[in-house]
């Protein structure tokens, strides 16, 4: 690829989504590939914020419950819309009070991540940003997505990570419950884990959902948060956690190039196809 862009890799691109609604669902997890992609070619670090307006995003795994058509009718019964994404494991919410974040870095023979140190740089980010409160890592056994490098404040999970690796390029994800209703979530999707397991609900890698289990961040630091004011803290944080700071005239020349263009639309269509194994559950 010829370099047109105006790199700077002693900066982060910071690219914004927004909140998205049901007709953009595909674009952030499309967009996660062509940025992974991009940052390990072009040794660029980059940070996506991106929000659902109402969904949950269903792990490969989630596809294969045997009552799946039961499950997703419970979804749609709760006013949830329904994506696979691009990767394994088990679902998550996302919703207007939830900020999905991704740390997007260059993951070459120069700069090689391993997998707990991927995890452990978003951990120690969230920690810089939210000194208020001890915040730990440790699997939230009976919360939706449980996995080792859950995150939790005495005890009550407020966050979840999970790493996707694209050719030279890592991108280290964590999903923020920041406000909201976090127990209807979690009543959610133990909704959908009973109508689509049945007798089999907690079995199977399949987790037994506790609602109670976890809570909103601000909740936890007993602080009324935004998710702007999340942003805010998380870029604050940047360039102490990362010797880097945001230069804000990267995104544009980058996101509006033929080569990012072109490749954002292959990722679309890889998307609308794995999606595609669900639509005949959708009613």
Known sequence: MSTTFPLHTESFMLLDSGCLT????????????????????????????????????????DTRVPHLKEGITSLQENDYSVVVRNAGGLGVIADSGILNVSLILPNNSEHKLSIDAAYELMWAWLRQSFPEKEIDA????????????????????????????VKDGISVMIYISVNGNQLARGEVVRDFYLAGLQEQFGENGYPPVDPAVMANLETLIETPLTIDAVKTRLIEASPQQFEKSIDPNLTEPIITSEWFQTNLTVQLEKMAQRNALIKGEIV
């Open 22 to 61: 049901n007709s953009d669902y595909f674009l952030p997890f499309a967009l996660t590939d062509v940025l992974t992609t991009f940052s390990g070619m072009q040794h660029q670090p980059i940070i996506h914020f991106w929000q659902l307006d109402q969904a949950m995003i269903l792990g490969m795994k």
């Open 138 to 165: 440790f699997e939230i056994t009976t919360s939706y997505c449980p996995g080792t490098y859950d995150l939790s404040i005495g005890g009550q999970k407020f966050a979840g990570i999970a790493q996707r690796r």
